[in-house]
């Protein structure tokens, strides 16, 4: 989906969110059309970047596996760190941090 490069696609879920306001073009194809070759460079540099940490995760997991014998408390060390790089990259989003800085 990400090298998909032609008009944008209409799911059912953002129907509503990319109508076209009387006379003027819909954001979301405003924003699809202000993308240059540059960005679809850096987004699949990305892709082979994420597909590449993926499988080197496994690769990882196969050789702990081999050296560390209790498989049940290394599943859980690694949700661990991944329950961490998820809260890592949840503070980005600035929308769901000001939510959380107002419950506090």
Not at 34 to 61: K, M, Y
Not at 89 to 98: G, H, K, R, Y
Request: aromatic share 10%; glycine share 6%; with cysteine.
């Amino acid at each position: 989906m990400m090298l998909y490069k032609g008009s944008l696609m209409q799911l059912a879920w953002n129907r509503h969110a990319s109508s076209p306001v009387h006379g003027a073009e819909a954001p979301a194809e405003a924003a699809t059309a202000a993308v240059g070759g540059r960005e679809w460079f850096i987004g699949s540099v990305f892709i082979i970047i994420a597909t590449l940490a993926w499988a080197s995760l496994f690769i990882l997991q196969t050789h702990t596996i081999k050296q560390y014998s209790a498989q049940l408390s290394l599943t859980t060390l690694v949700c661990f760190i991944g329950t961490l790089q998820a809260i890592v990259v949840t503070c980005f989003d600035m929308n769901l941090l000001a939510a959380a800085y107002a419950v506090s």
